[in-house]
C-alpha cells in the first residue's frame, strides 16, 4: 500500500515538473496585450423582402412563414429606376420591395434595423422630370432643363415632412419617424401600417359598403383632416387607395402630395386619379381644403357604389354625376345631397371645409355628442376628444332641444350639482340604430325649427327608406 502511494507521488511530480518547465519565465511587470480596433461585423440577417421579417441565416427557406411567399424573390423583379432590393439608406433603413408609385414618389416596404421595426419609406421621385439606372448608379437625376423644379420640390417634399413631423399625433393621420437627404433624392419614413384598402374593403363587400357601417367608420377622419388644414397642410391624393382599415380604424396614408395651403405655387400636379381629382387640380390653381372635401367625399361615392364618380373636367360642360341613389345606395335623401354637393365642380360650390362637411352629412343620424372640456363636437364611440385629447367619459347636450330626447344629458354652463346624474355611454343609441321621437316632442321640434333653424340640434330620425321617405 505504502509502495503504490509512494509511485503515484513521483508520477504527480514528474507531471508538475513538466507543466512548469513548459510555462514562460514570470515576469514582474507583465506589459498589457494590446486592445485590438478592429470591429466584429455584426451578424447580417437576412430578410424577407416582402414583409420584412428575419428569415434566419439566409434565403435557403422556400417559403416565409409570415407572407407566405418566396424570399428569393424568385418571381419579382424591381424596375430599373428603383432602389434595388437590400438597399440600406442612412445606414439604418433596409429597403424592401415597391409598395406603390405614384407621381411624386415610390413607396417601399422597409425596417429600421436598428429598432428591428416595419416601415414604409417614401422616396421623392417626380414622373417626368426624375431618372435612374439603378445598376449603375443610386442617384436620382434630373431630366433636361427639369433641374430648378427638381430641386424647389423636393425642398418643398421635406418641408412638408417637417410640417407633419410636427403636427399633433393623429390616430387616423400615419404618423412620420424621420425624414432626410440621399442619393441625391429625398425620403419620408413613415410608420407602416398593416390592414387592407378602403377599396379593397368594397370589393370583399361585394362593391359597396353598407352606409351606417361606412359612414361610422369614416366619422373619426374628418376630425383628423380638419387639424391637417387648420396646420396649414393639404393631402391633394385622398382616395380608396389612400385610406387603410387597420384593426377596423381608418387610417389616411401617403403624405408625398401635400403641399402648404398658402402656397400660391403654379406647380402643375404631375400625376391625377382621375375621378377623385377636382377641377383645381386640372386648373394647377385655387386648391385648399375645399380640394381635399371633393377627393373625400368622391371617395365616400365609390364605396356606397362601387362606382368611381365621372371625372370633373369631364363634368364643365355637361354634369353626368349620377346621384348615389340612382344606384341604389343605402342613404337618405339629406345624406345625397351632401355628398353631391362636395363633389360640386367649382371649388365655390363645394363645402369649404371638413367641418362644414361632416355637419351636414352626419345631420340627424344620431344625437350630438361634444366634448364636456373643449364643447366641440366629436363621434359617438370616441373614448378621447380628437380636438383637445382629453378622455369623454360622459354625453353633454349643446341645447335644450336635446334634452327633450334625453333628459339626462347635461347642458353647457350648467353646475354639477344642478344637473341630474350624467348618462353613460351604455345608455345612448349606438349609431346604427334609428332615434325614435315621441309625437308630442316632435311637434314641440318643429315650432322651434321654424323659428331658429340654424341653432336647433334637434336629433331626427335617420331613415333610409326610400319608401318611408
Request: one cysteine or more; hydrophobic letters at 35%; aromatic letters at 8%.
Amino acid at each position: 500500500m505504502t509502495e503504490d502511494m509512494n509511485k503515484k507521488s513521483d508520477a504527480l511530480t514528474k507531471r508538475e515538473g513538466a507543466i512548469y518547465r513548459d510555462l514562460p519565465p514570470e515576469k514582474e511587470n507583465p506589459a498589457p496585450e494590446p486592445v485590438s480596433t478592429t470591429k466584429i461585423k455584426p451578424k447580417k440577417v437576412a430578410r424577407c423582402p416582402f414583409c420584412m421579417k428575419s428569415v434566419g441565416d439566409g434565403y435557403g427557406i422556400k417559403i416565409c412563414d409570415e407572407c407566405a411567399k418566396n424570399p428569393k424573390f424568385a418571381d419579382y423583379k424591381s424596375s430599373v429606376h428603383q432602389l434595388p432590393l437590400g438597399t440600406v439608406l442612412k445606414n439604418q433603413y433596409l429597403v424592401g420591395r415597391a409598395l406603390g408609385e405614384g407621381g411624386f414618389g415610390i413607396t417601399y416596404i422597409g425596417c429600421d434595423v436598428s429598432l428591428d421595426m416595419k416601415v414604409a419609406i417614401k422616396e421623392y421621385y417626380p414622373v417626368g422630370i426624375s431618372m435612374r439606372q439603378s445598376t449603375m448608379s443610386l442617384n436620382v437625376l434630373s431630366t433636361t432643363n427639369a433641374a430648378d423644379d427638381f430641386e424647389k420640390g423636393k425642398e418643398k417634399f421635406l418641408n412638408e415632412a417637417r410640417i407633419m413631423a410636427r403636427l399633433v399625433k393623429q390616430s387616423e393621420v400615419v404618423s412620420v419617424i424621420d425624414f432626410f437627404e440621399e442619393n441625391n433624392s429625398a425620403y419620408i419614413v413613415m410608420e407602416y401600417i398593416e390592414g387592407t384598402t378602403l377599396k379593397k374593403q368594397t370589393e370583399l363587400k361585394g362593391g359597396r359598403i353598407p352606409s351606417r357601417e361606412l359612414f361610422a367608420m369614416l366619422e373619426p377622419m374628418f376630425g383628423a383632416l380638419q387639424t391637417v388644414h387648420d396646420a396649414g397642410l393639404i393631402h391633394r391624393d385622398i382616395s380608396p387607395d389612400n385610406l387603410m382599415i387597420e384593426n377596423g380604424r381608418l387610417r389616411l396614408i401617403d403624405f408625398g402630395c401635400a403641399r402648404d395651403v398658402s402656397e400660391n405655387s403654379e406647380t402643375q400636379t404631375i400625376t391625377l386619379k382621375h375621378g377623385y381629382a377636382p377641377l383645381e387640380q386640372y386648373q394647377r390653381k385655387g386648391q385648399g381644403p375645399w380640394t381635399d372635401v371633393y377627393a373625400f367625399a368622391a371617395s365616400i361615392y365609390y364605396c356606397l357604389t362601387g362606382q368611381i364618380p365621372e371625372r370633373s373636367v369631364d363634368r364643365i360642360s355637361e354634369d353626368g354625376l349620377i346621384p348615389p341613389r340612382k344606384l341604389h345606395a343605402d342613404i337618405s335623401e339629406q345624406q345625397e345631397k351632401s355628398i353631391m354637393l362636395a363633389l360640386g365642380v367649382r371649388p365655390t360650390d363645394r363645402f369649404q371645409s371638413m367641418k362644414e362637411f361632416h355637419d351636414s352629412l352626419y345631420d340627424g343620424l344620431t344625437i350630438k355628442r361634444y366634448c364636456s372640456s373643449c364643447h366641440k363636437q366629436i363621434g359617438d364611440t370616441a373614448a378621447y376628444c380628437r380636438w383637445c385629447g382629453k378622455p369623454v367619459n360622459e354625453w353633454v347636450a349643446k341645447t335644450a332641444d336635446d334634452r327633450k330626447l334625453f333628459p339626462k344629458l347635461k347642458l353647457f354652463g350648467k353646475k354639477k350639482e344642478d344637473e341630474d346624474e350624467g348618462i353613460t355611454v351604455q345608455d345612448m343609441p349606438s349609431f346604427s340604430e334609428k332615434i325614435s321621437v315621441p309625437d308630442e316632442v316632435k311637434a314641440s321640434t318643429e315650432i322651434i325649427t321654424e323659428e331658429s333653424e340654424g341653432e336647433s340640434c334637434i336629433a331626427k330620425n335617420a331613415d333610409t327608406s326610400s319608401a318611408e321617405e
